[in-house]
């Protein structure tokens, strides 16, 4: 089969997109997964896609491609045109087209009138494979699951209706153009912008992570599954998995979303990270655990982020923090950024934060942003303090000494 | 199903061309036009061919059989993300329609979701006057008029000003939403929570928007700890690029508006040794100047 600009399957463009995106020094040489001719297809698609955003590079080993955006500058993903590119066939849209035709405003249609009126259209053309009966039934069973036909009975006949929609879209203008970049599965939001003429597009969005677009599919059917309480199998770096989900916790610092889930006995919480879950399938329906809600509860008023688990103890922190007395701001930071944890002031111009968290360890970075004013800092995992000095040894090793230091 | 054919840009181009075609306004020069507006870079070899042979929806003439201009019914995705978006405090600010979606099951609840980082001082989108200022400047951007707003500065002064509105830009890290206003030659960013009191103005020239001043910074990184992603996902929201400089190191470039410079450095800060500037010497010195106090702390 020749080339064509749409894809079948999401995830294996997901991967390339991705490293496009993330990491764009690779050559060519470095896609290894696959062949050098697949990745001359998926280059191909990606920049018919999303030509503006590619750049190109050329260094000693040659050319690279790569997508680079300020995404602040945007009111739209353009990553979310890749969910725009599934293929279909020639048939597909030809019904496509000439089924929501035949239906709108017909008051209802048996199969045998759908049957009539689409070889009627269809026989004009020169071609001699109309759509057979089953076909037909088939794609209406289809849109009917997606909403947009619906069955009724007239008597003893079947009819075929089209959905209704008495949703005032023109009202949804600047809601749509914002919760579509602001809130999960905004791919679907985008779809819904494409209808709604005159776009609003002068909101910005800052600290935005347009890469957890790629993880659509993937996030819909785990909130799908946490809304229907049903179990989830998928795999994790080629590991299966089979929980319960719960909770998908989104980073806006990390540009990573996660899913917390219970395991089936519903003893043990864990976290997976989304951009790493593959071939995903929802299960049956079960009930919750005795008890899990309010363990779910305690165990998230202990997490600093997406790290450790409830079989693990809980780690004490304390962090002493040094802010002038003209220096509100510090406070102001502590305060808005404790997540678990509490500050108490210990004088004039001494602030401890404290928490009690399973896994002390993923608040390092945290902790070293305060470089400069931790005057004390504690904690039962004694690899955090240990860490954090250390790091903070090999960083004066690194600048230097600062011989114009405002003191 | 949000990976499916109903939504796509083929689909959604043919939608146009069928459109052009049942008003009898479609010539072969404006299918052309319509496929390089609505699709992708190498859709020309095929969509208007298609649309005229294998899919029998254009005669020959640039008629076709279709008897309405086409148009798609809401799909359930979409009626169930929009009830989604209902329960989401920050709908306040939207007058959306509600009508329609009575019955229909959200995709998702606010309680399923966590912003684990989030900072909590965020507004406060129940405020009466905060969504009354924000509808004022929204309908202002849109109606292209200018405004005049009173709010309280970061150094707690109050300010009275004319500006033209241009973007309203979201935070979603501080959960925040800021006006972004030209006016007084300058690039003006008013954090919404901070205002006032903010009225359309009653007349006045439009004011321009004035570039984001911008800088960059370089830092090399050695991948350890799977650093390398860390940081590559951590900035990914900027405009970067990236180079191997051997098998375990790298070199990055990211540009950034030059407000944020202490956010940068904050946030540099936070991936401790594995990341070091190596240019500008400006802010490699804020980045010592920080090292050296918390030397002082620790000894």
Redesign the interface.
Known sequence: MGY???IKN?SRIRAYIRSF?????RHRGDFTEKSARSYDNER?RV???L?DYM?F?Q?A?GRRV?L?????SIPENPLY?A??????T?R???L???L??IL??SGGLSITEIMDELTD??L??E?DDLPDESTVRKKLREYG????VTVQKRGREKVYL????????S??G??AA??S?????G???S??Q??IPDQ?D??????????NALD??IL?EL??A??EKRRVSFTVRKNSVTVLPL??????????QYL?AASLLGKRFSFYRVDLIDNIKKGDICEYPPGLEQELADF?SH?W??TGNNSSRLEHIEMTV?AGTEEGHIV?RL?????CGSVERLDDTHWRFTADVYDAFEM???L??F?????ELKCTDQRVPDRF?K??D???L?????T???S | MLFHEIYSTYYQTASVILREAVRGALTGRELNTIVQKYAFGESMLTIPDGMKKKWRLLRGDFSTPLREEPSLPLTTLEKRWMKAMLLDPRIQLFKPDMAGLEDVEPLFTPEMIVYYDRYSNGDDYTDAGYIRHFRVILDAIRENRNLVISFRSGRQMERRLTVTPYYLEYSEKDDRFRLIAGGYKRRMMINLSRIMECVPAEHGDRMALKEASEDTVTFELEDRRNALERVLLHFSHLEKETKRLDENHYRVTLRYDRQDEIEMVIRILSFGAAVKVTEPESFIRLLRERIQKQKEFAT
């Open positions: 064509s600009e749409l999401f995106y993330v990491y764009g020094f191909r920049e018919s896609w030509g750049k590079g260094d080993d790569f680079s955006v300020d995404s602040r045109r969910f725009r590119t599934k293929s279909f020639d597909d849209i030809t496509h087209f000439y929501l035709d709108k405003g259209r269809l004009e053309f071609a699951s997606l909403g947009l089209l959905s209704e929609s008495p949703v005032n879209l009202a949804w600047p809601a914002f919760f970049e602001a809130a999960p599965l791919a679907a939001g779809f819904l494409q209808r609003f002068r909101f910005r969005f800052k600290h935005h992570y347009i890469l659509s599919e819909y909130l799908t946490i809304g909770k998908v916790y989104i980073g806006t610092q990390t540009g990573r917390l998230c997490v982020g997406v040094f102001e305060e808005r950024e404790k997540r390092i970075p945290w070293r942003t470089t400069g004013r931790v005057t000095w790091d903070l090999e960083m004066t690194m600048y230097g000494e600062d114009n230091a405002v």
